[in-house]
């Protein structure tokens, strides 16, 4: 005889299953981290501490939980319990002294391909192999020999900026460096250069897609249930998914050209792609792997760079002084006529410090995390391997018992001698460790590259348009909240 479950039963079966899953994802992990020995602020069911502040303002609730809770505290992001650590010795340890422990970073998107190829998602001995294979891509040769694209983008920067300027018009300078660091790694990563308006919008489009994900339901079923994302996102209005796709096959369409090409020994340009197509001596990248990180780096250099050049823009017009010394410097160390180079770039002592100081007070990259493999005790501080490490950026840039009135621009904190007073791990715009940023280099090449060619036809001037200060508003970095509106006075 088949049983048939009444009405009544069907009911407390749910309610059994809700009560164990909100026991799973909300009191277990909250009651893990009190056991920790942590204060904790109250989570919230399924969003955890996520919503404790508004998702745009994320950076100030890192600055009010540090001076609620101290520099380690807990929190849920979702069901994940965090331990947020922003005291220097800890994260000497978790970053550098303790690596082996930290070593991989907690997954967000590996459920989606070619996301969990990428060296930001890969863990362990598989992160290793990518890493060491990438990184000579990234070092100061490498660089040198793809200088000349970047130099292209520059020039087309300036050209925008000097049609503002004679039109009179005002532009969105954000969205301009966004262009620019846009079309850098286009055309390094991906081997790409735009044939068309129509071409850049379709790609500038696709690329914005990638990690545009906020905190939100769409996040949880990213995190949570990839499968159910794959169907639900573009169904929503999603780009995530649309986006991957078509950057997947552009990409796949370039790397397929470069073989042929490399198989009748016709030259290929010298840019990221064909370096990490011909990367390693006994062990190479396949091309499923190749795809994958020239995705990740389109991603992580193309809105990371921009926010940091359009913040260093916004800080050198609003304070005129300093953006005159930068000046003098480059007129002093570069005619106009002398071509940008590496290591012109290079030899910019007052900018580079102008540089730091920008990514101090304006870190794009506003948090990160690691992974826990075991559970051990760093410093008194007892860790599990069921929580995760949050590392709150903004929030360690900006404790004034570090940094005193940190929200003055000040780029002497960047001397030599200031910068050895310090812990390195008080400062960590590209993180620090084994695992750090690989593209810092490239970053800062961008950064400088356009600022000196920049200043070298303009100065940046505050109109009635510009914020000031600077509204910010996080998403997957942090970004100017309203863009860059600057004034031009041709030199
Ligand atoms: C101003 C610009 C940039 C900032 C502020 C930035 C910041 C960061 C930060 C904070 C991390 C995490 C580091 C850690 O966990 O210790 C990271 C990782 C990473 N970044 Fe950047 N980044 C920038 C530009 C770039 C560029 C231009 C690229 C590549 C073209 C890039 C590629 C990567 C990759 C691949 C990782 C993962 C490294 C790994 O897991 O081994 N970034 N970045």
Not at 160 to 168: P, S
Not at 270 to 280: F, N, S, T, V, Y
């Amino acid at each position: 005889m088949n049983w048939i479950p009444s009405t009544s039963q069907i009911l407390q079966l749910v309610l059994v299953g809700l009560a164990w899953y909100l026991y799973k994802s909300w009191i277990r992990p909250y009651r893990l981290l009190r056991k920790l020995g942590l204060k904790v602020p109250f989570p919230k069911p399924i969003v955890g501490n996520l919503m404790d502040y508004h998702p745009a303002v994320q950076h100030l609730g890192q600055l009010k939980n540090q001076e609620k809770y101290g520099r380690v505290y807990g929190g849920l992001f979702f069901s994940i319990p965090a331990i947020w650590v922003s005291e220097p010795n800890l994260l000497k340890s978790v970053c550098i002294k303790n690596f082996s422990n930290f070593s991989d970073r907690y997954s967000l998107v590996n459920g989606i391909e070619p996301f969990g190829e990428m060296l930001l998602e890969l863990k362990g001995t598989d992160w290793k192999r990518i890493r060491n294979i990438l990184l000579p891509t990234f070092s100061a040769s490498k660089l040198k020999a793809i200088m000349p694209f970047i130099d292209k983008a520059g020039d087309r920067l300036v050209a925008t900026i000097l049609k503002a300027e004679q039109d009179g018009q005002s532009i969105d300078l954000w969205r301009t460096c966004g262009k620019f660091t846009m079309e850098v790694i286009l055309a390094t990563a991906f081997g790409i250069e735009f044939e068309s308006k129509e071409h850049e919008e379709k790609l500038t489009n696709a690329a914005r897609g990638l990690f545009e994900i906020s905190p939100g339901p769409l996040q949880f079923l990213l995190i949570f249930a990839p499968s159910l994302f794959r169907v639900l996102e573009p169904k929503l209005g999603g780009q995530f998914m649309n986006s991957t796709h078509y950057l997947v096959k552009t990409c796949k369409q370039v790397i397929k050209e470069r073989r042929r090409n490399m198989a009748q020994g016709i030259a290929c340009r010298r840019d990221i792609l064909q370096q990490m197509l011909e990367a390693g001596d006994s062990d190479k990248l396949n091309d499923k792997e190749v795809v994958a990180q020239a995705l990740l780096f389109l991603g992580a250099g193309y809105e990371t760079t921009a926010n940091a050049l359009a913040f260093a823009t916004h800080s050198l017009a609003t304070n005129p002084e300093i953006q005159q010394r930068v000046f003098d410097e480059i007129s002093d160390k570069l005619s106009e006529t002398d071509s940008v180079d590496y290591d012109s770039v290079g030899d910019l002592p007052y900018l580079e410090m102008v540089i730091a100081e920008t990514l101090r007070m304006y870190p794009p990259v506003f948090h990160f995390n690691r992974d826990i493999k075991e559970d051990m005790e760093i410093d008194g501080l007892q860790v599990s391997k069921e929580a995760m490490i949050g590392i709150p950026v903004y929030a360690i840039h900006h404790d004034p018992k570090i940094w005193p009135e940190p929200e003055q621009f000040r780029p002497e904190r960047f001397t030599s001698e200031e910068k050895s007073k310090r812990d390195p791990c008080t400062y960590l715009p590209f993180g620090n460790g084994p695992r750090n940023c690989i593209g810092m280099r490239l970053a800062m090449v961008e950064v400088k590259l356009a600022i000196v060619k920049i200043l070298q036809k303009v100065e940046l001037i505050v109109t009635k348009e510009t914020d000031v200060p600077i509204q910010l508003k996080c998403g997957t970095t942090l970004s100017p909240a309203n863009g860059v509106h600057v004034g031009f006075r041709k030199r």
